[in-house]
């Protein structure tokens, strides 16, 4: 199965594909909040998205953020228009270690998807 990470931020979105066969993410690119919905029906189509994971953004206690509940709202609205599930993954410290490591928002995407293959499959 194909697998679609998304880090989604009010000005700028990462992304990060994976494959739950190899369990590997890799960062696949940076994209607006306006053009999110129709990147992600042609990665759909292109790539053969079977999933998207979409990171929430919880505190580090565990509690959903004010971030949360915006990534929680987003994917509300837009749900109607992805062909493919989304489900949610805890994205704690995710942004924050990618920037860490002098790196953007498509690999804290990739952190999270990892997160979420390491998980799950």
């Known amino acids: 199965m194909i697998v679609l990470g998304v880090d989604y931020g009010t000005s700028k979105v990462g992304l990060a594909i994976g494959h739950t066969e190899t369990k590997v993410a890799t960062p696949l690119g940076v994209v607006k909040p306006a053009d999110l919905v129709m990147k992600i029906e042609r990665l759909i189509e292109t790539e053969g998205i079977n999933l998207v994971v979409f990171g929430l953004p919880l505190s580090l206690s565990g509690e959903e953020t004010a971030s949360a509940k915006a990534v ?9 228009e992805i062909s493919a599930p989304i489900v949610f993954e ?32």
Do not use: C, W
């Not at 929680?72 to 109607?80: N, Q």
């Not at 860490?100 to 928002?105: A, K, L, N, P």
């Open 72 to 80: 929680r709202e987003f994917v509300f609205k837009i749900e109607p």
């Open 90 to 121: 805890d994205e704690r410290m995710t942004t924050a270690q990618a920037k860490r490591d002098g790196h953007d928002d498509a690999v804290a995407a990739m952190y999270l998807l990892q997160s979420y293959l390491d998980r799950n499959h």
